[in-house]
């Protein structure tokens, strides 16, 4: 038996040499291409201007020139173009060289005589004739086998319907510098061995592709096509992220010729995940798509006019302040801005706001008034109501233009522009002057004429100081959005809007009270802008043709249907994990992912559950999921490891002394990438200024962009998303943590840990662990 292994081994490896020639092969010939194509880049750059004719004398030459300009320029970019095409499969060919496949599959067709032995690799690669394929790109119709069929019968689909037929191998390969390491057969997932070889690597600051290992439920999100949202349920682990990577790869290759990595567009939750994932696609030949934080996106929208608070600062708030009455009202308004209800709220403020209520700015001039509210008011009212707020808007903004024109005139003559004149300096005279003469106001001679001269200033100088004006007229900001933000709360009471929460005229004038310092907490940005677009006009984004949304728990209903408003034409893949919420309004099921049956319609949806878990062994999961009240059934996948220690110490130093041991130790067996995650910014911090004495340690801020190897100390929700070799949860006292709504949060920290979970607590350990039974853990006490 193992004498036909090795047989096998020695076969498949000179396949693979084969492979490699012929891959060497290719690379030299492209060698040989892109040398010279680089030097008709270098040649042409040079001889640019050599080459083209420029003639600006008459008309008819400056037509020629610009056309000839045109077309050197025209085979200039076709070059660098083709040259980028090079280089790309030039890029792909140096990996496939040192790893050219990872699987096999041998099919055969029905009707057909003969298997064939179909490899399956980063990228497709065909042989030296360019007839047959040596390797199939693991994105290509029939590559899709591998990922989805034990042998036996099996499928593909290609643009003529199914392909049938009979899989009589499947084999799976870990290639390194051109050697097989490792070859499997293996039956209905991808194998365990497999599994098992790429899992018990460490922990990695940079998260990896999976294309080797794609489990079947995973293809079915990277392949799936049918509907417009595809919604992705998965436990901690299970690959969500991966499997959306992969997905984008897919969709690039598979729809090529008319979809590019800028259609695509990522929101993710923090920046510091953005590094995390930012080498998957590269890895795989293809470019990033975009990626931003939904809060970019409204800092993008609303930072020119507020301090808009971010997602991270609110969740300290929620998890450090006393839950008095403050808290409790700022709580019930978070909930309740995040609802549906109060997106209907606001469509129907703003069918009342049709008709009367909205509210204006005086438009001021040198401090003094010269359209006040009141009057634009009128006109916005006294136009025809059956014409769209927004074009309303647009009216009164040409109404106001105009009135600013008037206002131009008006000003020119008057005694501040003399006094400014006078006190314009050489410098500025000579600004002017320049400026007057590039568009062409006078001739040299006429600047001589002293009456022409005062006018032009004084025209310059009024043009000047109106300018600002003019450019906040054309944003539209006269328009007074906070107040008529601020006004919907009196606006639903008295229209006794039904369901309101108990404290809901202190959630108005908290909210009032934030409008006035020019601050936006972060539950009323979506809001705010819904109405602002409501207003003025939509904000689309047609150039997204997909939408990924990771992390989807933290999203709140209103935030979906706004995001499914603003993106109308994209297609949408939504992922998340609904125990790990950890938002107040999604602890408190406010989450949109809990919603999502009534915010997206059920015909155009398609919902995909993951519940095995692939990052942490069997004795972290079995262990975590029993935090949860309700249950998830999480299977994991088969790797051991220790059983989490919990352990209680006597005091903060002794935590610390405790700590520290325990990091030395871990580090002592080889773990490389240690998480001690607090549970606030605070905590953290406090933990930070003792332990780094005695430890070298990076703290992680919200402001952290990107994280090495090595020890580093993390708030909890900062940790979300990413993954570490070992966690130690500093402080899992039940003073720390016991509100219910933070359950899921605990969770989620103890779900980040790869190999090894350790839990430190002071006195009583969090009432989380009470139904976590004790033989899924190491008790041990250092008191
Ligand atoms: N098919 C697979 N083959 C190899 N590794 C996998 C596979 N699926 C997932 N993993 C690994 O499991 C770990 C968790 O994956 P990932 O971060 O994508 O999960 P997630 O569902 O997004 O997790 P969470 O919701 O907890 O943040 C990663 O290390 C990933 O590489």
Redesign the pocket.
């Known amino acids: 038996m193992a004498e036909n292994k090795d047989l096998t081994k020695e076969i498949e490896q000179s396949h693979v040499d084969n492979v490699i020639h012929v891959i060497e092969k290719k690379l030299t010939r492209m060698e040989e291409k892109t040398g010279t194509l680089k030097q008709d880049i270098v040649s042409l750059r040079k001889t640019f201007w050599e080459d083209v004719t420029v003639n600006l004398d008459e008309p008819d030459d400056v037509i020629e020139t610009h056309t000839s300009i045109r077309q050197q320029s025209e085979l200039l970019s076709e070059r660098e173009r083709s040259h980028r095409q090079l280089y790309k499969q030039w890029n792909n060919l140096t990996r496939l060289k040192s790893s050219p496949f990872f699987g096999r599959i041998d099919f055969k067709e029905d009707g057909e005589e003969r298997t064939e032995k179909i490899y399956i690799g980063l990228f497709s690669l065909m042989d030296e004739q360019d007839e047959e394929f040596l390797v199939y790109d693991w994105r290509a119709p029939i590559s899709s086998m591998y990922y989805d069929y034990a042998p036996g019968p099996a499928k593909y689909e290609t643009m003529d319907g199914f392909i049938h037929g009979e899989m009589e191998l499947k084999r799976q390969y870990i290639i390194r510098d051109g050697k097989i390491k490792v070859l499997f057969d293996t039956g209905v997932t991808?194998g365990d061995e497999m599994?098992q070889e790429?899992?018990s690597d460490q922990?990695d600051t940079q998260?990896?592709s999976?294309v080797?290992?794609?489990?079947r439920e995973?293809n079915e999100i990277i392949r799936n096509d049918e509907k417009k949202y595809l919604i992705v349920q998965?436990?901690?682990?299970?690959?969500?992220?991966?499997?959306a990577l992969q997905r984008v790869a897919y969709l690039l290759y598979r729809y090529r010729k008319k979809l590019r990595a800028d259609n695509i567009l990522l929101f993710s939750p923090n920046p510091m995940f953005n590094s995390y994932v930012a080498n998957v696609l590269p890895e795989l030949g293809e470019e990033n798509m975009q990626q931003s934080t939904f809060f970019q996106y409204l800092l993008h929208r609303l930072d020119d006019d507020f301090i808009v608070e971010d997602p991270n600062t609110q969740i300290e708030y929620m998890l450090s302040t006393n839950r008095d009455a403050i808290f409790s009202v700022r709580k019930a308004g978070i909930l309740y801005k995040a609802s549906i209800a109060f997106k209907q709220m606001i469509d129907q403020y703003v069918l009342y706001l049709n008709d009367e209520g909205m509210q204006f700015k005086n438009i001021t001039f040198r401090k003094e008034k010269f359209i006040n509210k009141e009057e634009i008011e009128q006109y916005f009212y006294s136009l025809d109501r059956s014409i769209s707020i927004p074009n309303r808007i647009i009216i009164v903004k040409d109404w106001l233009l105009l009135k600013l024109k008037e206002k131009e005139q008006e000003e020119r003559p008057k005694e501040w522009v003399e006094e400014e004149r006078e006190l314009l300096e050489r410098e500025d005279y000579l600004k002017v002057y320049k400026k007057l003469q590039k568009e062409q106001r006078f001739t040299d001679d006429t600047f001589n004429d002293f009456d022409r001269e005062e006018k032009l200033l004084a025209e310059w100088i009024v043009r000047k100081r109106i300018k600002p004006l003019r450019r906040k007229i054309e944003s539209l900001a006269f328009i007074d959005l906070p107040t008529i933000y601020r006004n919907i709360f009196a606006w639903a009471l008295q229209s006794d809007f039904p369901n309101l929460p108990d404290c809901w005229q202190e959630i108005g004038e908290e909210t009032g009270n934030e409008l006035k310092n020019r601050q936006l907490n972060y539950e009323d940005a979506t809001p705010f802008l819904y109405i602002k677009d409501k207003l003025e006009g939509k904000h689309i984004y047609s150039g997204i043709r997909h939408l990924f949304i990771?992390?989807a728990q933290d999203y709140s209903p209103f935030q979906f249907a706004y995001i499914k408003e603003i993106f109308p034409n994209s297609k949408m893949t939504i992922?998340?994990?609904i125990n790990?919420s950890i938002y107040s309004h999604s602890t408190n099921n406010e989450s949109g992912l809990a919603k999502s049956d009534s915010l997206f319609p059920l015909e155009e949806q398609k919902k995909i559950v993951?519940t095995k878990s692939?990052?942490s062994t069997k004795q972290i999961v079995e262990f975590s999921e029993m935090i949860l009240t309700d249950r998830p059934s999480i299977e994991p996948f088969n790797r051991n490891g220790s059983k989490p220690m919990v352990a209680k110490v006597n005091n903060v130093p002794h935590l610390n002394e405790k700590i520290v041991e325990q990091v030395r130790k871990l580090q002592s067996e080889g773990k490389e990438t240690i998480a001690i995650i607090c549970k606030t910014a605070k905590e953290t911090l406090a933990a930070y200024q003792e332990l780094s004495k005695q430890l070298p340690m990076h703290l992680i801020q919200k402001e952290t962009h990107s994280y090495e190897k090595g020890l580093l100390i993390i708030p909890s929700y900062l940790a979300?998303?990413?993954?570490f070799d070992a966690v130690i949860i500093y402080n899992g006292s039940s003073d720390v943590y016991h509100e219910e709504d933070e359950r899921k949060l605990f969770y989620?920290a103890c779900?980040?840990a790869?190999h090894s979970l350790t839990l430190f607590y002071i006195g009583e350990k969090s009432p989380f662990l009470q139904k976590v039974d004790t033989s899924k853990y190491e008790e041990v006490s250092f008191a």
Do not use: C, H, N, P
């Open positions: 991808i599994l790429v899992l922990a998260m990896k999976i080797a290992t794609i489990q995973q998965g436990s901690a682990g299970s690959g969500k992220t991966s499997a990771d992390e992922l998340g994990d790990q993951l692939y990052r979300k998303g990413i993954e989620t779900t980040r790869m």
